[in-house]
């Protein structure tokens, strides 16, 4: 039987032809996404002009920090975790504010087990933290509760975007300023002028502590100037006729003290956890999540 062998060059044709093709299925993949829509209402717990004005209010926050401020509500999640939905979401979609995997923030709430959680991606993980993310779910879990979704997820928005013009909450506060072109992180103490403001080298602390040394010598003398007083306990024990006749000891009473351990009751319906992860896709994310 004749064997048919492809040409070198036609194999070579066909292994470019495919690294050529590879980056058009990542590219249609974010073109088919969506990335300037922030409102995911799947649980249509709002009105279309409710959408719209979220939709605008969105917009114009996420152009002033660079970040998409994002709300999913569902009604069930088919068995996960509302936050790894949430992870899922960013990894099969590449979100973010104008490029794929960018700055977001996500509001995520799940009707069917009543469930919120809060997440920040790319520089959102930073300024928005499990603590700030903490509050935020905290200020709008009442609105949520009540049924004024609307309203809980402006102040969302609103909030995120007011930490997110701070500096972030774990940022050192020891600098002033930053060299971006030496890498040179300046300090707020003055390095030349440190030996001379040193209180050690004042002339008025140096006369201080000379006088307060020369008083404390000066009244070690006057103590040991005084006559030794030489007569003790022993002065009137005779050792060869005093001694101890007797001993003994006496057990008067026990006493036993119980204190009741608290339990850690986990099955509180009030319970939340923040900290934040990793999804499955590699992205790094901060996270809040509890009940409303």
């Known amino acids: 039987m004749r064997k048919i062998r492809m040409p070198k060059h036609g194999f070579l044709f066909f292994m470019i032809a495919f690294l050529l093709l590879m980056p058009f299925g990542t590219l249609a ?6 990335r300037h829509k922030y409102i995911y209402d799947y649980a249509g717990l709002l009105k279309d002009k ?20 994002i709300v999913i509500t569902v009604d069930g999640t088919d068995g996960k975790e509302l936050e790894q939905y949430v992870e899922d979401f960013y990894d099969d979609n590449d979100p973010g504010y104008n490029q794929p995997d960018g700055n977001a923030v996500f509001l995520a709430i799940d009707m069917e087990e009543r469930d919120v959680h809060l997440a920040g991606y790319g520089k959102a993980e930073d300024y928005l933290d499990g603590g700030r993310l903490d509050s935020i779910r905290e200020e709008i879990t009442p609105a949520l509760s009540d049924g004024n979704y609307f309203q809980a997820f402006s102040d969302y928005m609103t909030l995120s975007h007011e930490y997110m013009g701070e500096e972030p909450s774990g940022s050192s506060e020891e600098y002033t300023d930053h060299d971006l072109d030496t890498g040179h992180e300046e300090y707020v103490g003055d390095e030349t002028g440190g030996d001379q403001e040193n209180i050690f080298f004042q002339w008025w602390f140096q006369l201080i502590a000379s006088l307060f040394v020369a008083g404390i010598v000066v009244a070690i003398m006057a103590f040991q100037s005084g006559g030794r007083v030489t007569v003790n306990a022993q002065t009137y024990i005779n050792n060869n006729q005093s001694k101890v006749i007797s001993r003994y000891d006496r057990f008067v009473r026990k006493t036993v003290t119980k204190q009741l351990k ?22 790094s994310h901060s996270g809040s999540s509890g009940k409303f």
Do not use: I
């Open 29 to 34: 993949k974010a073109q088919a996404f969506d």
């Open 50 to 69: 409710e959408v719209k004005k979220l939709q605008s209010l969105s917009s114009k926050l996420g152009k002033e920090r660079d970040t998409a401020f």
């Open 262 to 283: 608290p339990k850690n009751d986990s099955n509180n319906s009030g319970h939340s956890h923040g900290g934040g992860g990793t999804s499955s896709g590699g992205h």
